[in-house]
Structures are given as structure tokens and as C-alpha cells.
């Protein structure tokens, strides 16, 4: 790549520079701000003469300032080393989140959002203006406030309070949950001695006495599951797990019947609609179609996914000579799929990683994006950081010094925001992997346009002494899609932060970073991005062949799998009346979904009945934000499909279609309804045939 010549950004970066006190008092400082911003728009305006321009607009013109500010300092305590710092960070996002709530509760406020939904057509809005609207109308009356003061107003506010309650109850049973189940040595045969160290786990007692205490978090779980040879320790470790949170099923039924009373309160016919309202799916009607849908096409691959994980289990048994009944079981499927894998799909994923060090493999990503998307990405040494600095110190841009920053310029260079990467584990640190679009940006200011910020905060394995750090491919995978969630706020313009980047509905943010995920699985892309670290040669195309045949072994059970989630989510969040959900035996329902859309046997198959477990305390996307949304990943994977396909799939790198995806799409943030900019980039209605075409059922 030739050199380029430094630039220097119009605007700086933020400063990094805080301490606890000047959180604090940043927090503070925040909350008087949109406090006294509402007041005067209340007292300057009638809920008669009240207008985008009088009551929408000044609110937006704050928050584009005030965002970015809040980000940062509510960003601290993900990544700081400090602890006082990350506590004070805590403490300014749950006041500036307490204010929100407070704030949308404000009668005074609604009522003129109220006149401006009710006139807005005739308003002559532009199409960012009247989505906000639309959407903040229904945020405010979905929170109750169109229900007239009294007796009802009441009985909402006190059921918000109580389902608050309740949901903190159960979380917090969920995160000190310490079950586990006793086992033998002898019964745990197979599970590797990595992964169970008996001189670490807890002794039996009494009629434990010889066994060991087995737990059920994923460092446990996932050895034993697919190492186990007996097929009764596996059952025996699945049902105790599936029932590892049962303290929490009276609260569940709590929470559904307060939720349910909720949006009956307010006009829903049940909570699912009330969700969903929000939602670029909008109805239960439109999500379960989609689902049941799925439900046939996913359910037409499910036999030979099964047929090929028995063929392992027929020769295995044979070979140990047991009874072979010709079923494949619950307990039975991630042990197959690791026997399955190690025969048939042989990959040496430690070869794979020589190929994918992480910064030639990064910046092979940004070539990448360079040509789909016209953008240019500068790093900023300590020089250029010392130059950009407030205080002239290069060390206040950052959080921590293993941040690299990035300058990120359009083709005709224009500047367009920054771009950090914390790439690698340390103590306190968030510990997956996510974009946090901190800084939002906006082109609507006094001062002109304010430039996004953005980072990725990611946990890949740290150079050694004698090797850098290296990708699997999974890493790969994931470091494209978190930087897709980056580019998503790097390269959109809106008027407003309230609109910007991956501000969107929750059922189509993860879309376009799906979408990405495509590439790693193009073999002239992963060879483009891969140099083995020493040898600097490209992977070789047997590796690559390798890899890609295990793209979609088992995708269907994979899928039914998630519909068993989808669809138990809609049956408890749209019940057909208010005493169908009284009557509702979760467990039961929870139990015959699984083994009717999974189209895999349980223990109900073996005479254990459908109560045999309470698993659906485990999935915490329930009690948790994503109720009635859980049907979101799948929607969002359907659309990125058809994204991919429509336009990339036959040649990746094509930069117009780059820039179309990325100006009429991600420029546009959550500017627009969703679904009105897929059909201008698709130039159609969406459709799912991609998406099964994509795991070879089309
Ligand atoms: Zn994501």
C-alpha cells in the first residue's frame, strides 16, 4: 500500500482523562441538562401549539451533544484498570439510566408529543423527523401514558415496579446459582483430565461418599457432554442441569402474568403485541409466519442431520458392544457431533491460526472494507496522538495503552469519525467481545457536523514470546463482525445521535454484521486475508476446502434448536387469554415444544414424562430484554442472507454494491423504518430463500 500522508482531523478525539470525582460531577452535570431542557420546552410551549420544531428538536439538539459525553464516561467501567473508577462509571450510568426512565414517565412532556404524532402527517416532516415521532409516540404510550390518571395509571405504574422486583429476584438467583450433580470417577469416563481436576471439586459426603460434585457452568458442561462415554451420566447431567434453576419458575409465571396484565392495560392483546410494536416486525402475526415457516424448511433437513450423527452412534456402539436402539437422544448430540467432527471434518484449527495473526489479518479487513466501502483507516502514532491531544498528552486519548486509534477518512477524504480497538484480556476488563458505539455522531449542530467515535472491546489471545497473536477462525469471524457493527457507526449520518449508526430496532442490529460474517467463508477472501505468520505465504487451499465443508454440519439441528427458544418465547408472551396463561403449565409447554420443533427425543421419550425438567429458567433472554424478541436472531440472519446473496455473493469485493449497501443502509442508521431501507437495497420484498439456500436446503 503506498504511504499516505498524514492527516490531521478536523475535529479531536475525546479525552480519556477522568477521575472519579469528574464522572460524578460529569453525571450530575448531565442530569440537571435534561432535566432543565425538558422543563423549558414544557414551559415555552402549549400541548396545543407544541411542534417537532418547538418540543422534538431542542431534545434531539441536547442529546446530540450529550451523548457522546455520557458514553465516555459511562464507558469507564468496562475497560478501566482502576476501580474507583469503574465504580463511579457504574454509578453515572445507572443515574443517567434512572433519569431516562424518570423522564419518559413525564405526563407533562407526552401530551406534546402527543399533538405532534396526532398532526404529523400534515406537518410535512422529513423521513428522520417523522420516525422519531412515530417512534417515541409509541415508546411513551407502550410506557402507559396514554391511559387516562386513575385507577388503571396505577395499577401500571405498580406492576412496572413489581415486574423490576421480581426480575432482579431471579437474575440474581441466576448469577449466584452453585448447583452441580455428584458423580463417580468411573461414571465421568471419557471427560478429559484438562477439563475435570478432581482434586478441585467438592468431596461427596453420606450417600455421596466416593463421588465428586460436578457443576453446571460451560467449563464443566461442554467437556462433559461431549466427552462422556456413558450415555446415563450424560442424561442424568442434563436433566439436573435443565432443573439447576427451579427457584426461579414461580417467579417466571410471576413476571408473565405482570406482563401480561400490563399490555392488556393498555390495549394489547397481549405482551407479545406490545413487544413487538416496537419492532421492525411489528406484529406476533408477521413473526410467528416467519417462524413457522422456518419451522418446515429447517424441520426438511433435520432427518439427515440426525441420520448422519447415528451412524456415529450405531459404529460406537458396536464397537463397545451395547444395545443400539436407533435413536439419537438429547444427551447424545453434542457427544456425536465431537465424534463426528473429529472423523469426518478433521480440521487443525491450530494450522489454520498460523495463517491469521491478528494485525495482518486486521489490517487485510480494512483493505477489505476499504474497497466494499471507500473508506481509508490512518492509525494515529503517539506523534499525531500527542498533536490531536487537549491537554498536548498523547496518553489522555486512551483508556489504557494497549488502545490502538484509528483516524477513518472517506475516499475523497473527508474526515469520518475514529475508531479504537482494545484488542486483548486484562484484569476487570469486559470479558466477550463487543462494539460500543460510545460517541455517536450528528450532522445537525450549531457547530457543525460531530464526527462518531467508536470501539471494539475484544479478548483474543495475547502474543507469546515467540509467536504474534493469532485468529482461529471463529476469531476471525467475530473480529469482522464486531468491526461491522463499527463500520455501521463509523459511516452513518444522521441529523440527530438518537437516529445514528447501530441505533436501530433489536431485530435487525445484527444484520448487517451477519452479513459480514459471509466473507470468512469466501476461499479467495480468506486467502487475500491470510499470511502464515512466519512463512508469510497464504493458507493453502486444502486447508481452506477443509474448513468450509464444516460451515453447516448439523445447521439444522442448530436452527430447530433456536426455534424451540422462538417459539416457547411467543407461546408464553401471546397466550389467547388472559386464563389460558393462568392455567399455563410451563414446564409442560416448555418440555412438548422442545420435543416437538427440535425433532430430537428427550427424556419424556423414556418414560420420564413432560415435566422432567425447567429449563426455560436457564435461558435468560426471557427475563432478561429480549422477550418476545428472541425470534430476533434468526430474523436478522434471514435478512443478512438475502442481503448477501442479492448482491455480494457473486462478487464479494464489488465496490458499487459496497457503496450502495453502504448509503442506502448503514449511512441511514435508524433514520427510517428497517424494512423500508431493505427493500430499496434489495429492490424487493425480503424473502428467506437465501438463508436456506445458504445451509444447502434450497
Ligand atoms: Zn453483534
New binding site residues.
Given amino acids: 500500500m503506498a504511504a499516505v500522508t498524514q492527516n490531521t482531523p478536523p475535529q479531536a478525539p475525546p479525552l480519556f482523562n477522568h477521575t472519579p470525582e469528574s464522572i460524578a460531577s460529569v453525571a450530575e452535570d448531565l442530569a440537571v441538562r435534561a432535566k432543565a431542557i425538558i422543563d423549558k420546552v414544557v414551559a415555552s410551549t402549549t400541548v396545543e401549539n407544541a411542534t417537532f420544531e418547538n418540543t422534538f428538536k431542542p431534545l434531539l439538539l441536547q442529546d446530540n451533544i450529550t451523548d457522546p459525553i455520557g458514553g465516555v464516561i459511562c464507558f469507564y467501567h468496562y475497560v478501566s484498570t482502576d476501580a474507583a473508577l469503574r465504580e463511579a462509571s457504574v454509578k453515572a450510568e445507572e443515574k443517567l439510566s434512572e433519569l431516562g426512565v424518570e423522564l419518559r414517565m413525564r405526563e407533562d412532556i407526552f401530551q406534546r408529543v402527543n399533538t405532534v404524532y396526532q398532526n404529523r402527517e400534515a406537518a410535512g416532516l422529513d423521513p428522520e423527523s417523522l420516525h422519531i415521532v412515530e417512534t417515541e409516540h409509541k415508546r411513551y404510550s407502550n410506557n402507559g401514558l396514554l391511559l387516562p390518571a386513575g385507577a388503571a395509571r396505577e395499577r401500571f405504574k405498580e406492576i412496572q415496579l413489581e415486574l423490576n422486583r421480581t426480575t432482579i429476584e431471579a437474575r440474581n438467583n441466576a448469577n449466584s446459582e452453585t448447583g452441580g450433580i455428584f458423580f463417580t470417577p468411573e461414571e465421568l469416563a471419557g471427560v478429559p483430565e484438562t477439563a475435570v481436576n478432581f482434586s478441585e471439586l467438592e468431596k461427596g459426603t453420606g450417600e455421596n461418599e466416593g463421588k465428586f460434585k460436578v457443576g453446571f457452568k460451560p467449563d464443566m458442561s461442554i467437556p462433559l457432554m461431549e466427552h462422556a462415554i456413558h450415555p446415563e451420566t450424560r442424561r442424568d447431567y442434563l436433566i439436573a442441569k435443565e432443573n439447576k434453576l427451579n427457584i426461579n419458575s414461580p417467579l417466571f409465571k410471576k413476571i408473565l402474568l405482570l406482563r401480561d396484565e400490563a399490555a392488556r392495560l393498555i390495549g394489547y392483546k397481549d405482551h407479545a403485541a406490545l413487544k413487538i410494536s416496537e419492532k421492525m416486525a411489528k406484529t406476533p402475526e408477521t413473526v410467528n409466519t416467519f417462524l413457522a415457516d422456518m419451522r418446515v424448511r429447517a424441520g426438511a433437513g433435520v432427518k439427515n442431520d440426525i441420520a448422519q450423527l447415528l451412524k456415529h452412534k450405531k459404529a460406537e456402539h458396536e464397537t463397545r458392544g451395547l444395545d443400539f436402539d436407533g435413536e439419537l437422544y438429547l444427551w447424545d448430540v453434542n457427544y456425536y457431533e465431537r465424534i463426528q467432527k473429529e472423523k469426518e471434518y478433521s480440521v487443525d484449527e491450530q494450522a489454520i491460526s498460523e495463517y491469521f495473526a491478528l494485525w495482518p489479518t486486521f489490517n487485510g479487513m480494512l483493505s477489505i472494507f476499504q474497497k466494499l466501502f471507500g473508506l481509508r483507516f490512518q492509525e494515529l502514532d503517539e506523534a499525531a496522538r500527542t498533536k490531536l491531544s487537549a491537554t498536548g498528552n498523547a496518553k489522555d486519548l486512551t483508556w489504557h495503552e494497549d488502545v490502538n486509534l484509528y483516524a477513518v477518512y472517506d475516499a475523497d477524504s473527508t474526515f469520518m469519525g475514529y475508531l479504537y480497538l482494545d484488542m486483548h484480556p486484562r484484569d476487570h476488563k469486559y470479558s466477550h467481545y463487543a462494539n460500543f458505539g460510545i460517541g455517536p455522531g450528528s450532522t445537525d449542530n450549531s457547530d457543525g457536523r460531530h464526527q462518531p467515535f467508536t470501539t471494539l472491546v475484544c479478548n483474543f489471545p495475547k502474543p507469546t514470546k515467540e509467536k504474534p497473536a493469532l485468529l482461529q477462525h471463529s476469531d476471525v469471524v467475530t473480529l469482522f463482525?464486531e468491526l461491522g457493527?463499527g463500520i455501521h457507526n463509523l459511516v452513518s449520518k444522521t441529523n440527530y445521535t438518537w437516529t445514528h449508526g447501530t441505533h436501530v430496532s433489536r431485530d435487525f442490529v445484527?444484520a448487517p454484521?451477519q452479513m459480514l460474517e459471509h466473507w470468512c467463508w469466501v476461499p479467495h477472501v480468506l486467502k487475500e486475508l491470510s499470511s502464515h505468520w512466519e512463512t508469510k505465504k497464504p493458507i493453502s487451499d486444502d486447508l481452506i476446502a477443509n474448513l468450509i465443508k464444516t460451515k453447516n454440519v448439523n445447521g439444522s439441528i442448530f436452527n430447530l434448536r433456536q426455534l424451540v427458544y422462538s417459539t416457547f418465547d411467543m407461546v408464553i408472551h401471546g397466550p389467547e387469554s388472559r386464563e389460558v396463561l393462568e392455567a399455563m403449565d410451563i414446564a409442560k409447554v416448555w418440555n412438548e415444544r422442545r420435543a416437538d420443533v427440535s425433532g430430537i427425543k428427550g427424556p419424556e421419550s423414556t418414560g420420564y414424562g413432560l415435566h422432567w425438567g425447567e429449563g426455560f429458567n436457564n435461558v435468560g433472554h426471557y427475563i432478561g430484554a429480549y422477550d418476545a424478541g428472541y425470534y430476533g436472531y434468526m430474523y436478522s440472519e434471514v435478512f443478512s442472507a438475502d442481503m448477501y446473496y442479492t448482491s455480494f455473493k457473486a462478487d464479494p469485493l464489488n465496490s458499487e454494491q459496497g457503496r450502495r449497501y453502504r448509503h442506502i443502509v448503514l449511512e441511514r442508521g435508524g433514520s427510517r423504518p428497517e424494512m423500508d431501507l431493505l427493500k430499496e437495497f434489495l429492490g424487493r420484498e425480503p424473502n428467506s430463500n437465501a438463508f436456506f439456500q445458504d445451509l444447502g436446503l434450497a
Avoid: C, N
Wanted: hydrophobic share 0%; net charge negative; glycine share 0%.
Fill in positions: 463482525h457493527h445484527e454484521s
